[in-house]
T-cell receptor, first 113, second 118 residues
Framework: DTAVSQTPKYLVTQMGNDKSIKCEQNLGHDTMYWYKQDSKKFLKIMFSYNNKELIINETVPNRFSPKSPDKAHLNLHINSLELGDSAVYFC????????????FGPGTRLTVT | AQTVTQSQPEMSVQEAETVTLSCTYDTSESDYYLFWYKQPPSRQMILVIRQEAYKQQNATENRFSVNFQKAAKSFSLKISDSQLGDAAMYFCAYRSAAGGTSYGKLTFGQGTILTVHP
């Protein structure tokens, strides 16, 4: 059983399009995260939700909007995609905000052409 | 804001030998957690080892151990008896133990690519 899953694993799209990446965890965790890994492999947090409430919102363009319909899901919607959005996006979860172990999904490689 | 620096973009080691990956961090906090994550070519992020700042004893997990120097803000990873499967990118990461708007956030270093030669 996959603990943290993401769909799709690969996404190729054109500039200006709107796309979503879905994340689901079956660990019963309360906290979920989105990280972005750029072309130089640098990883940076984007958002964090705890019990469906936004708790971390780093400096991310407002074209990116996370949505958490329930504790097990945290989706990432991106409007008006730009070339610079090309990256690998990782979803992660942890038991709680204070829990130090985060479990990562397999990542979604987004390519904007 | 906290920063994490990995000064070795690439390292290599012979199979069965020992290698040490370096990490330094900058923080004004006294309570925090440090981690090493492994990212193999599959790109899955795998937690290798963690260290609580309040613990003086260095963490160990089988062939992996850390040298945590709190005063020097240094957190190196030692891999003993290196195996081909250890080849990956390794990331050092910091997490605050304090509350606030960044609670739970992992701050990563730039990564070190480890090559293991047979």
């Amino acid at each position: 059983d996959t603990a943290v899953s993401q769909t799709p694993k690969y996404l190729v799209t054109q500039m200006g399009n709107d796309k979503s990446i879905k994340c689901e965890q079956n660990l019963g965790h309360d906290t979920m995260y989105w990280y972005k890994q750029d072309s130089k492999k640098f990883l940076k947090i984007m958002f964090s939700y705890n019990n469906k409430e936004l708790i971390i919102n780093e400096t991310v363009p407002n074209r990116f909007s996370p949505k958490s319909p329930d504790k097990a899901h945290l989706n990432l919607h991106i409007n008006s995609l730009e070339l610079g959005d090309s990256a690998v996006y990782f979803c992660a979860s942890s038991r709680g905000v204070g829990s130090y172990e985060q479990y990562f999904g397999p990542g979604t490689r987004l390519t904007v052409t | 804001a906290q920063t994490v620096t990995q000064s070795q973009p690439e390292m290599s080691v012979q199979e069965a030998e020992t290698v040490t990956l370096s990490c330094t961090y900058d923080t004004s906090e006294s309570d925090y957690y440090l981690f090493w994550y492994k990212q193999p070519p599959s790109r899955q992020m795998i937690l290798v080892i963690r260290q609580e700042a309040y613990k003086q004893q260095n963490a160990t997990e089988n062939r992996f151990s850390v040298n945590f120097q709190k005063a020097a803000k240094s957190f190196s990873l030692k891999i003993s008896d290196s195996q081909l499967g250890d080849a990956a990118m390794y990331f050092c990461a910091y997490r605050s133990a304090a509350g606030g708007t960044s609670y739970g956030k992992l701050t990563f270093g730039q990564g070190t690519i480890l090559t293991v030669h047979p």
